[in-house]
């Protein structure tokens, strides 16, 4: 497809498990940027991927969640044993890059994760 | 750190008027990017309108336009002639344009606008 695309749309799970969450970007994008969104907020940055390189993970509240992106495109967030403070909309967006340029961010529609 | 203000949790309109939805932000940088973004209850991100700090002149697009008070850092959005599918959170966010500075952009809580018919 022509937009960033996230897989699952919903993913429920008890707490203490792990989660793994995909993002497509669009292709040709070079950028990579994943957010949450609690209800009623607005997204808070987690991490950015400049190709395959992490450029920026100061947003990943804590040592279990984590992200790669190992060949320049599709990328995975991972969260090991899941707290239900972990509940929220996880954003994938993507961006041509050139840093420095008003590049737009175009966002997926996001996976919605519920912690019983 | 930048932060994104937006006081107004809620605003209408009625259909075919003019709505503006304010947005404040704090920052020490000179040259900056501002960005709106639609949420519709389809829960997409769309982008509706950006903004260069570096630029006086205000963005438009269509019915949107933006009122960019840079001395004031203030981003306002105003959207003309509102039509019922206008009707969604919308989301002020900020990014550095500072060459090797962060990527990320900096979202406010967002106002949910409602149109009335």
């Known amino acids: 497809g022509a937009g960033v695309s996230q897989s699952p749309r919903y993913k429920v799970t008890k707490r203490g498990q792990d989660v793994a969450l995909r993002c497509d970007p669009i292709?040709?994008?070079?950028?990579l940027y994943w957010y949450r969104q609690a209800l009623g907020q607005g997204p808070e940055f987690l991490t950015y991927?400049?190709?395959?390189?992490?450029?920026?993970k100061s947003g990943l509240p804590n040592d279990r969640f984590s992200a790669e992106r190992p060949e320049g495109s599709i990328s995975t967030l991972t969260i090991q044993r899941t707290e239900q403070r972990d509940s929220a909309m996880y954003r994938c967006?993507?961006?041509?890059?050139?840093?420095?340029?008003?590049?737009?961010?175009?966002f997926g529609d996001g996976t919605r994760l519920s912690i019983l | 750190a930048q932060t994104v203000t937006q006081s107004q949790p809620e605003m209408s309109v009625q259909e075919a008027e003019t709505v503006t939805l304010s947005c404040t932000y704090d920052?020490?940088?000179?040259?900056?990017?501002l960005f709106w973004y639609k949420q519709p209850p389809s829960r997409q991100m769309i982008l509706v309108i950006r903004?260069?700090?570096?630029?006086?002149q205000n963005a438009t697009e269509n019915r949107f336009s933006v009122n960019f008070q840079k001395a004031a850092k203030s981003f306002s959005l105003k959207i003309s002639d509102s039509q019922l599918g206008d009707a969604a959170m919308y989301f002020c966010?900020?990014?550095?344009?500072?060459?090797?500075?962060?990527?990320?952009?900096?979202f406010g809580k967002g106002t949910k606008l409602t149109v009335n018919p």
């Open positions: 991927f400049n190709y395959e390189a992490q450029q920026d």
């Open positions: 903004q260069e700090a570096y630029k006086q």
């Open positions: 920052t020490s940088e000179s040259d900056y990017y």
């Open positions: 967006a993507s961006s041509l890059g050139a840093r420095g340029r008003n590049q737009p961010q175009h």
């Open positions: 966010a900020y990014r550095t344009r500072l060459q090797g500075g962060s990527e990320k952009l900096v």
């Open positions: 292709s040709g994008h070079v950028s």
